[in-house]
C-alpha cells in the first residue's frame, strides 16, 4: 500500500525512519510496526526523541493496534519516564481500547500525577462505568492528592441520578474545602447535579456562587429550572444573563425553549420565538425543533405543525417532535398520518418514534395496528432496544393481550426494573392481583430492587382485587425494608383500597396522616367512596377540599351533585350544577368506542349519529328484553333525574358502553371477541349488564376503561365484580 512500510523494511534504512519520525500522512504505518527492534545505528535516533514525539504519533493513532505499537516502541527506547507520555497512553486507550488495556496501563505507570487520575476517571465516565470512577476518585483521595476542576466537573456528572446525591453533596463538601466551588467547571457542574436531582434552590445557590460565568453555566441553570417546570424562573435567568453581556447560543435557546414547553405558557415561548428571528437561528434544526416541541406540549399545535413544514431540512428528532405533539394532544389520527408521511419521505424511524406510535395503540386499545408496528419494528431490529421492548409490554397489556406482553418480556426484554414495573402494570390493568403480587415476589428473587413506579402498580392492584393484607405489608415495606420514599400516589392508592371497602373512617385517617398535604386527586378519590358508601357528612368535607384544590376540574361538581341525588336532595344537586356552569366547568363526556373491520366506531350516550342507528337500537331493545327474562334488574337509582323509574330504565339502556356492545354484535361474527374502550369508568348497571350479554349472546366481551380490563364471559367478569 502507498504510504506504508512493511513489516521487513521497518528499519532497513534511515529515510524510511526518517519518515516515520516525521509522522507519515498516512496513519496506517502505525499498524505495521512490530516489537522488531531497530538496528543498533538507529537506536540513538529513537532514543533522542523527545516526548512530545510519542505523543504526536499517539494522536495519529485511529485504533488500539496503533495504540498498542506507540505504546511499544516508547518502552523500548525512550528513557523518560514522567507522567507526560503516559497520560496521552491513558488517554488514547480510554478512547480506542478496552477499559481493562487502559486500566492497566495506568496501573504500570512508573510515575502518575494528579492528571494521570483524571485520564482515567474521565476515561471511566466516558465508558459509563461510574461505580469505577467513584471508586477511583475515593483511591485519589486516600492517597492524599488533591483533584482539579476537570475531577470534580466529571464525577459530579456522575452524580446526576437521585440515588447518587448524597455522594454528591459529599463531593460538593469536599469541594468547599479546597476552595473550588467559585471554579465555573466546578460550579456548573454543580448546577447540572442539583438541577438534575430536582434540587433546584440548591443550583441556584450553587450557580450564584460561581465567580465568572459563562454561556455553559448561564444554559445550565435555565436547564435546571426548565427541566422540573419552572419555566418563568428560567426565563428570569435568561433576562439577567443578557443584562451581564454573555451572548446566549443555540444550546441556550433550546434549553429555553423547553422550559417554556414545560411551563405550558405559550406566550413565553412566543417571546423567545421572536428572539430567534431576530438573531437569525432559524436555520438551526436544534432551535426549530426544540420551536416545534414547545409548541406541541404548549397544545399550539398548528404553530408546531408551521414550524415544522417551514424546516429545510427535517431529522427524525423534528418528525419525532410533531409526531409526539399529536399524540399527546389525542390527535391520533394526525400522529398516525405524519407517521405513514415519514416513511414514505423515507426518513427511518428510531426508538422515539416507535415509543410514540406504540404509545397511541396503547391508548386506542387497538390491537391488531400494534401488532403490525411490531412487525415493523421487528424488521428494523430495534425490538432489542430495552425502551421500545418495554413500550411493546405496555401495548399489548393496555390492548388486552396479556399473552403478548408476556411473550415480549421474556424473549426481548432486558429484565431491568422498568421492564418488570411494566409487566406487573400490565397485570394490573387487567386487575390480577394475585399474579401482580407473585410476580413482584420474582422481581426480587431475580435481584432487581422494586422502584417507586414498581409500589404504584403493586398497591393500585392490590386495591382492586381487595387485598388488603398485602397492600398494607407492602405500603409498610417500601419504607422499613426497600428504603423508598412513599409518594402522594402511593397514599392515593391505600385511600382508594380502604374507600373501595367502606372503611371510610380509615381512610380519613390515612389521608390526615400523610407527610404532605393532599392534592385534589386524593380528595377526588376520597369523595367518590364517600359517594358509593352514601356517607353525606365526610363526602360534604371532601367536595369541599377538592373544589378549593381544583375549583376548574368537573369531577368534584359531578360527584357532590350525584351524592345529593342519591339522597334524593334535588335542590342541593341543581345548585351544585348551577355553581358548575356558572364556573364555566364543563362535564367530560363518556365515550365508547369498538373495533370493528379495523374502523373504531365511537358512541356517546344517547348517540343517534352512526348510519346503522336503527339497527343498534332495535338490538338494544332485543337485548333488553332477553336480560330481563333472565333475571336482570336495571340499576335505575344511578339515574340521578328527578323522573319516572320507566325514563330511567331506558336513560340507562342507552349509555354509550351498550350502544357499543350492540353495534359489535350486530358488526361481527359469533366467534369474535368484542373490544370495547369506554374513556371513563364503566358504570356499574352496564357492568351487570355486559356479564349477561356475555352468557345470553354466547360471546367474550373485553372493556378496557379509564381504570382497568374487564372480560366478560358465561356471565362472569374477570374483575369479580370488585372494582
Given amino acids: 500500500m502507498p504510504g506504508c512500510i512493511g513489516t521487513a523494511g521497518t528499519w532497513r534504512s534511515l529515510a524510511l525512519v526518517e519518515r516515520c519520525i516525521h509522522v507519515s500522512s498516512h496513519p496506517c504505518w502505525l499498524s505495521s510496526l512490530s516489537s522488531v527492534e531497530a538496528p543498533p545505528h538507529l537506536q540513538q535516533t529513537l ?61 504500570t505507570m512508573p510515575r502518575r500525577n494528579v492528571f494521570s487520575w483524571a485520564t482515567m476517571i474521565v476515561a471511566y ?116 444573563m443578557k443584562d451581564s453581556g454573555v451572548l446566549p447560543n443555540e444550546v441556550t435557546y433550546c434549553s429555553l425553549l423547553n422550559a417554556c414547553a414545560n411551563l405550558l405558557d405559550v406566550e413565553y415561548g412566543k417571546i423567545v420565538h421572536a428572539e430567534v428571528c431576530k438573531l437569525g437561528l432559524l436555520s438551526s434544526s436544534l432551535v426549530n425543533n426544540a420551536l416545534s416541541n414547545m409548541y406541541g406540549k404548549s397544545g399550539s399545535l398548528e404553530e408546531a405543525e408551521w414550524v415544522f413544514h417551514k424546516l429545510s431540512q427535517r431529522d427524525v428528532v423534528s418528525w419525532n417532535c410533531i409526531i409526539s405533539s399529536f399524540a399527546s394532544h389525542g390527535q391520533y389520527n394526525r400522529a398516525l398520518y405524519t407517521f405513514v408521511q415519514m416513511s414514505k419521505e423515507e426518513m ?43 413500550a411493546l409490554v405496555t401495548m399489548y397489556g393496555k390492548c388486552g393481550s396479556l399473552e403478548d406482553a408476556e411473550w415480549v418480556f421474556y424473549n426481548t426484554c432486558r ?52 387485598l388488603i393484607d398485602e397492600a398494607s405489608r407492602h405500603f409498610r415495606s417500601m419504607k422499613e425494608d426497600q428504603g423508598l420514599s412513599r409518594t402522594m400516589e402511593h397514599y392515593a392508592c391505600m385511600v382508594d383500597l380502604h374507600g373501595r371497602i367502606g372503611q ?29 358508601h352514601r356517607d353525606m357528612k365526610r363526602g360534604r368535607v371532601a367536595a369541599e377540599q ?61 348517540d343517534r349519529s352512526h348510519p346503522r342507528t336503527e339497527e343498534i337500537y332495535a338490538e338494544l331493545e332485543r337485548l333488553h328484553l332477553e336480560m330481563k327474562a333472565e333475571g336482570y334488574i336495571p340499576e335505575t337509582n344511578l339515574v340521578l333525574h328527578d323522573v319516572e323509574e320507566e325514563l330511567k ?14 353495534f359489535g354484535l350486530i358488526s361481527t361474527s359469533q ?30 366481551i373485553i372493556m378496557r376503561d379509564y381504570n382497568r380490563f374487564h372480560r366478560f364471559k358465561n356471565g362472569l367478569c374477570s374483575c369479580g365484580d370488585y372494582w
Avoid at 406504540?358 to 421487528?378: C, E, V, W
Avoid at 330504565?649 to 350492540?662: G, P
Wanted: net charge negative; glycine share 4%.
Fill in 47 to 107: 532514543h533522542q526523541r523527545s516526548s512530545s514525539f510519542f505523543v504526536s504519533l499517539l494522536q495519529h493513532c485511529t485504533n488500539a493496534v496503533d495504540c498498542r505499537c506507540v505504546h511499544h516502541q516508547y518502552l523500548l527506547h525512550s528513557l523518560d519516564s514522567t507522567p507526560f507520555v503516559w497520560n496521552h497512553l491513558v488517554q488514547m486507550y480510554g478512547i480506542l481500547a478496552s477499559i481493562e488495556d487502559t486500566l492497566h496501563v495506568f496501573a
Fill in 125 to 240: 465516565v466516558h465508558r459509563r462505568k461510574e461505580e469505577s470512577a467513584v471508586q477511583l476518585f475515593l483511591d485519589m483521595l486516600r492517597e492524599g492528592v488533591i483533584p482539579i476542576n476537570h475531577i470534580f466537573s466529571s464525577i459530579l456528572g456522575v452524580c446526576t441520578r437521585k440515588e447518587m446525591l448524597k455522594l454528591g453533596t459529599y463531593i460538593h463538601i469536599y469541594i468547599q474545602l479546597v476552595g473550588l466551588e467559585r471554579d465555573p467547571f466546578v460550579g456548573t457542574a454543580l448546577v447540572d447535579m442539583y438541577g438534575a436531582c430536582d434540587c433546584t434552590e440548591t443550583a441556584r445557590a450553587a450557580f450564584d456562587r460561581i465567580n465568572m460565568k459563562d454561556v455553559v453555566s448561564w444554559t445550565a441553570m435555565i436547564m435546571a429550572y426548565g427541566q422540573h417546570g419552572e419555566g418563568a424562573k428560567a426565563f428570569e435567568i435568561y433576562l439577567k
Fill in 348 to 390: 427511518d424511524s428510531n426508538d422515539v418514534t416507535f415509543i410514540s406510535i406504540l404509545q397511541i395503540f396503547s391508548d386506542l386499545a387497538a390491537p391488531i395496528p400494534g401488532r403490525n408496528t411490531h412487525s415493523y419494528i421487528i424488521e428494523t431490529s430495534y425490538e432489542s432496544y430495552p425502551v421500545v421492548s418495554t
Fill in 415 to 466: 429484565r431491568d426494573v422498568i421492564s418488570w414495573s411494566a409487566l406487573i402494570a400490565a397485570h394490573a390493568y387487567h386487575g390480577h392481583g394475585k399474579d401482580v403480587v407473585r410476580l413482584f415476589e420474582m422481581m426480587k428473587k431475580e435481584g432487581i430492587k422494586p422502584d417507586e413506579v414498581t409500589f404504584v402498580s403493586l398497591l393500585s392492584s392490590c386495591s382492586h382485587s381487595g
Fill in 504 to 532: 371510610l373512617e380509615e381512610a380519613e385517617k390515612l389521608i390526615y396522616e400523610m407527610p404532605f398535604p393532599p392534592n385534589h386527586v386524593i380528595w377526588e378519590i376520597f369523595l367518590a367512596a364517600c359517594r358509593v
Fill in 546 to 606: 377538592v373544589l378549593q384544590l381544583a375549583p376548574d376540574k368537573s369531577a368534584p361538581y359531578v360527584l357532590l351533585s350525584n351524592l345529593y341525588a342519591s339522597e334524593g336532595k334535588w335542590e342541593e344537586e341543581l345548585r351544585i350544577r348551577k355553581l358548575m356552569i356558572e364556573r364555566g366547568v364543563k362535564k367530560q363526556v363518556g365515550c365508547s368506542s369498538v373495533e370493528v373491520g379495523n374502523v373504531l366506531h365511537r358512541f356517546i350516550v344517547r
Fill in 649 to 662: 330504565e331506558q336513560l340507562l339502556s342507552h349509555h354509550s358502553e351498550k350502544l357499543a356492545i350492540a
Fill in 671 to 700: 366467534e369474535a371477541p368484542l373490544h370495547i374502550v369506554k374513556n371513563l369508568r364503566i358504570c356499574s348497571d352496564c357492568h351487570t349488564a355486559a356479564k349477561y350479554i356475555s352468557k345470553i349472546r354466547e360471546r367474550e
